[in-house]
């Protein structure tokens, strides 16, 4: 007869970390677009976040957003390097933006 494999628990998907950590519980922050992080990735996805309102729950109010900030710096409306980052933020868990770039932001070592 047909036997299943047992089945494996990752420690982590079944953790009880804080909910700032929670967002961050299905890739570990594994998402290449979301390490390494330069100071000015920092400051313009914190600019978008900021200008979305940290309580939007739509990634049509963080495009707006994003569009709005890479006017104002003169930057390629183009780019596509914040666009990917921001659209594998919004694939975390959390309650809004605001909470999802904090959970990356904890795991940011800082600068010295």
């Keep these: 007869m047909f036997q299943h494999p047992p089945q494996r628990r990752s420690s982590l998907l079944h953790s009880t970390a804080s909910n700032t950590s929670s967002a961050l ?3 570990g922050l594994a998402a290449p677009e979301l390490q ?3 100071v000015q990735d920092i400051d313009i996805i914190d600019a978008v ?3 979305a309102g940290p309580s939007a729950t739509t990634f049509f109010a963080v495009f707006k957003a994003y569009s ?4 104002e710096r003169g930057l390629d409306p183009q780019e596509v390097i914040y666009y990917g980052k921001l659209l594998k ?3 975390l868990r959390g ?3 605001g ?3 904090q959970a990356v932001k904890v795991q940011i070592p ?3």
């Excluded at 709005?68 to 006017?71: G, I, P, Q, R």
């Design 25 to 27: 519980e299905t890739s």
């Design 36 to 38: 390494n992080l330069t």
């Design 49 to 51: 976040i900021e200008r």
């Design 68 to 71: 709005d900030v890479l006017k």
């Design 89 to 91: 933020l919004g694939t």
């Design 95 to 97: 309650k809004n933006w």
């Design 99 to 101: 909470e999802k770039w």
């Design 110 to 112: 800082p600068v010295c």
